[in-house]
Each structure stands twice: as structure tokens, then as C-alpha cells.
T-cell receptor, first 114, second 112 residues
Framework: EDKVVQSPLSLVVHEGDTVTLNCSYEVTNFRSLLWYKQEKKAPTFLFMLTSSGIEKKSGRLSSILDKKELFSILNITATQTGDSAVYLCAVVTAGGTSYGKLTFGQGTILTVHP | DAGVIQSPRHEVTEMGQEVTLRCKPISGHDYLFWYRQTMMRGLELLIYFNNNVPIDDSGMPEDRFSAKMPNASFSTLKIQPSEPRDSAVYFC??????????FGSGTRLTVV
């Protein structure tokens, strides 16, 4: 059974802090790893990672994948209250004629205080 | 493009009633996914379709749940009979061949 585990499950920081969110996985037929941000509605896409060691950046957010050790991290620098959300990690797997199945982690609840 | 459209946004029903959730994927996306989200279990994949054909329904909790995709622009998830433990947010997502997943806004189901 495919498994995606995120840590920590929750995190409380103050504005300006830097946070690192972790995602480890055990799956068959890995294709890619996705990070999502979820506020009070549907998850919104942040990053897709397919290759090890290549950092993806978007503003204060960055992410990297290690396919040898089977994990990814999401970094947020200079956090703001608007970063408060649930951050979801999901792994895309493929097998046979099927493709594109997503398995999600439990999510990390990030709370940023002013 | 209006994105993935789900209806209704909220549903409150009594235990034992039939519930039907609806989803319209993004035009041209050939993958459609149904997810359920609860505090206890996070986001769980229930079933997904490729070109309107169900590929993997191993996440469907039990026979009370069924999903159909009669054409490329419409899918339903039905629960009959509904139970309080089915209360959750149900998301539909679509994808063009496994990348660029887009989620709908979800249906918040409450079974009393």
C-alpha cells in the first residue's frame, strides 16, 4: 500500500520565522511529488517535483526532492500570517495502464502569529 | 475556464437518505478523481476515472458508495443509504493525463 507521511502534523510560529515541512513516502511506481496549500477551500497547487536535487522556488517558498532517501521538504522563509494553512504533500504513482493516482499525506497545519 | 465545478456546495441530510454529489471536470482533462477529506483521515482517494472508465475504486469505503462518469463532462458520487460517519468534505479533481491536478471547491456533506 502506498504511504505518504508528513511531519510535523502542526506547527506554530511567529511572523518572520523560517519553517521546514517534511514529506516522506513509500510508494511503487513513483512519478512525481506535489505540494499543495489548503486554506478554507480546495487545495491549491504549489510545486511539482520529479527530479532529485533540483530546487523549485516561488517567492518565499521553495521545495526539493530526494528520490534516493524518498522525501521532500517545503521551506517557507520570512513567514507571514497569510501563510497559515494546511500544507499537503501528495505523490503521483503509475502502474500498468493506469496513471496519475495521487496519494496524500495527512498534511501539516501551519499557524503563523503576528 | 471555470475550473472544476462541484455541486452542491453544502448538503445536510438525514441518516438513511440517498445523497448524490456532482462534478464537472475541466474540458479536455481525461482523468477525474473523487476524494474525501476528514480531520481523522486527511485526504483519501475514493475512485478515479480515465477517459470515463473507472480505473481504481479500491478507496471506495463500501457498497453504499458508487460513482459514475457517463460522459467526459460529468461525474456523480452517490451514497445510499448515508450514515453519520460519511460526513466529510468530498472533492473532485481533474487532470490532463496525470499532471496539473485541479480541485473543485468541494461539497461539505453532513449526515445527521
Amino acid at each position: 500500500e502506498d504511504k505518504v507521511v508528513q511531519s510535523p502534523l502542526s506547527l506554530v510560529v511567529h511572523e518572520g520565522d523560517t519553517v521546514t515541512l517534511n514529506c516522506s513516502y513509500e510508494v511503487t511506481n513513483f512519478r512525481s511529488l506535489l505540494w499543495y496549500k489548503q486554506e478554507k477551500k480546495a487545495p491549491t497547487f504549489l510545486f511539482m517535483l520529479t527530479s532529485s536535487g533540483i530546487e523549485k522556488k516561488s517567492g518565499r517558498l521553495s521545495s526539493i526532492l530526494d528520490k534516493k532517501e524518498l522525501f521532500s521538504i517545503l521551506n517557507i522563509t520570512a513567514t507571514q500570517t497569510g501563510d497559515s494553512a494546511v500544507y499537503l504533500c501528495a505523490v503521483v504513482t503509475a502502474g500498468g495502464t493506469s496513471y496519475g493516482k495521487l496519494t496524500f499525506g495527512q498534511g501539516t497545519i501551519l499557524t503563523v502569529h503576528p | 475556464d471555470a475550473g472544476v465545478i462541484q455541486s452542491p456546495r453544502h448538503e445536510v441530510t438525514e441518516m438513511g437518505q440517498e445523497v448524490t454529489l456532482r462534478c464537472k471536470p475541466i474540458s479536455g482533462h481525461d482523468y477525474l478523481f473523487w476524494y474525501r477529506q476528514t480531520m481523522m483521515r486527511g485526504l483519501e482517494l475514493l475512485i478515479y476515472f480515465n477517459n470515463n472508465v473507472p480505473i481504481d475504486d479500491s478507496g471506495m469505503p463500501e457498497d453504499r458508495f458508487s460513482a459514475k462518469m457517463p460522459n467526459a463532462s460529468f461525474s456523480t458520487l452517490k451514497i445510499q443509504p448515508s450514515e453519520p460517519r460519511d460526513s466529510a468534505v468530498y472533492f473532485c479533481a481533474s487532470s490532463p493525463s496525470g499532471y496539473g491536478y485541479t480541485f473543485g471547491s468541494g461539497t461539505r456533506l453532513t449526515v445527521v
